[in-house]
């Protein structure tokens, strides 16, 4: 009830933007009840934000894990900024949001170079990245590949790329970070081709603007 309230009573643009809100607030209310905030900040913090092992505690997908991750932002109470990103094969993002303020193109493909477009060859693995961009911020990234359940046979599943990131600062706070030299492992990524200005790069589509 209270859900279709804020959407009645919010200034939205189309019926379509309070579809949209309905189903972000339904989605986060769930992840709200399944892994209530201070529990599972106390869990993130003391497994060093290992998803896989959040997930596996509270009972819920690696998704759902990545999702609530991201909102773990409370005056008072906060964890990690994450960013968080869902794309399929061919590039469509579904999904993102950024706590960490990782500046995400609004239009074109993202970099190939980042550990987002990579995780398709290793599907089920997470795989890890430090990203930096042209401006040398750096972010600490890892990704992974979820896979949905086919409609029936024949049919292929859906799948696509979970990402995650925070500033390189917070590095030693996350598991994925063991073992990595944070000053030699990083790979300069760009926001789009078009908007990177690396000219040495040899895995460029399209010329910058």
């Known amino acids: 009830e209270q859900v279709e309230q804020i959407v009645e009573h919010a ?24 892994m209530p905030y201070a529990v599972f900040l106390a869990a993130a913090a003391e497994l060093r934000y290992d998803v896989e092992h959040l997930a596996a505690r509270f ?14 932002q409370r005056n008072g109470a906060r964890g990690v900024p994450f960013f968080f990103l869902r794309v399929d094969p061919a590039g469509n993002v ?11 193109a609004r239009f074109g ?3 190939p170079r980042w550990i987002v477009h990579a995780a398709f060859a290793t599907p ?29 046979w024949g049919d292929p599943p859906a799948t696509r790329v979970v990402a995650m990131g925070c500033e390189i600062t917070r590095a030693p706070e996350i598991v994925y970070a063991e073992g990595l030299d944070l000053e030699r492992a990083a790979v300069g990524i760009g926001l789009s081709c078009r908007l990177c200005d690396r000219q040495d790069c040899r895995s460029r589509a399209f010329p910058p603007l």
Do not use: W
């Open 11 to 34: 200034a939205l643009s189309s019926q379509d933007a309070g579809e949209l809100l309905r189903i972000g607030l339904l989605n986060y209310f769930a992840g709200a009840v399944l």
């Open 124 to 152: 089920g693995s997470v795989r890890v990245q430090v990203a930096q961009l042209p401006d040398t911020a750096a972010y600490l990234c890892f990704a992974r590949t979820i896979t949905a359940t086919s409609a029936h």
């Open 59 to 72: 009972g819920v997908s690696y998704e759902q894990t990545c999702h609530r991750l991201s909102t773990m």
């Open 109 to 111: 493909g993202n970099c």
């Open 94 to 104: 579904s999904k993102r949001f950024s706590a960490a303020g990782f500046p995400f």
